[in-house]
C-alpha cells in the first residue's frame, strides 16, 4: 500500500512541476510580448525595442511581485511621455497571457521533461 501513495505523491509532485514550468514560460512570454508592445508606444524600435522586451523579462526574475512590471512600465511610460493608463497595461498584460498560455499548450501539448511522465498508469 506505500508504494501506492508513493506513486500518487510523485505524480502530485510532477504535476506541480510541470505546472509551474509553464506558468515560467507563459510569464516569460507574457512579459516578452508586453515589452515589444511598450517598445513600439515609447517609439522603440529595431535592437532597442530587443532589448527593451527582454530587460522587462530579466526585471520580472527580479522582481517577482504580481504589479511589479506593469509599474514599471507606468514608469517607463511617464518618462517617455506616453500617456497610457494601468487599465490598458493590464489589459494588454491579460491578453498576452492568455496567448502565451494557449502557445504552449500547442506547442508542448506533452509532458516537458522525464520526470513530468504520468506515474501509476
Given at each position: 500500500?506505500?508504494?501506492?501513495?508513493?506513486?500518487?505523491?510523485?505524480s502530485h509532485e510532477a504535476k506541480f512541476k510541470l505546472d509551474e514550468e509553464r506558468q515560467f514560460?507563459?510569464?516569460?512570454?507574457?512579459?516578452?510580448?508586453?515589452?515589444?508592445?511598450?517598445?513600439?508606444?515609447?517609439?522603440?524600435?529595431?535592437?532597442?525595442?530587443?532589448?527593451?522586451?527582454?530587460?522587462?523579462?530579466?526585471?520580472?526574475?527580479?522582481?517577482?511581485?504580481?504589479?511589479?512590471?506593469?509599474?514599471?512600465?507606468?514608469?517607463?511610460?511617464?518618462?517617455?511621455?506616453?500617456?497610457?493608463?494601468?487599465?490598458?497595461?493590464?489589459?494588454?498584460?491579460?491578453?498576452?497571457?492568455?496567448?502565451?498560455?494557449?502557445?504552449?499548450?500547442?506547442?508542448?501539448?506533452?509532458?516537458?521533461?522525464?520526470?513530468?511522465?504520468?506515474?501509476?498508469?
Amino acid at each position: 500500500m506505500t508504494d501506492a501513495f508513493r506513486e500518487i505523491e510523485k505524480s502530485h509532485e510532477a504535476k506541480f512541476k510541470l505546472d509551474e514550468e509553464r506558468q515560467f514560460k507563459a510569464q516569460s512570454r507574457c512579459n516578452r510580448r508586453l515589452g515589444a508592445w511598450a517598445a513600439e508606444r515609447m517609439g522603440l524600435a529595431g535592437s532597442k525595442a530587443g532589448d527593451y522586451a527582454q530587460a522587462l523579462v530579466l526585471y520580472n526574475l527580479d522582481h517577482p511581485e504580481p504589479h511589479a512590471v506593469i509599474a514599471k512600465i507606468e514608469s517607463d511610460f511617464a518618462a517617455a511621455g506616453v500617456q497610457v493608463g494601468e487599465r490598458e497595461i493590464i489589459a494588454h498584460c491579460e491578453r498576452f497571457r492568455a496567448e502565451a498560455l494557449e502557445e504552449l499548450l500547442s506547442v508542448y501539448p506533452d509532458p516537458l521533461d522525464a520526470d513530468h511522465m504520468q506515474i501509476g498508469g
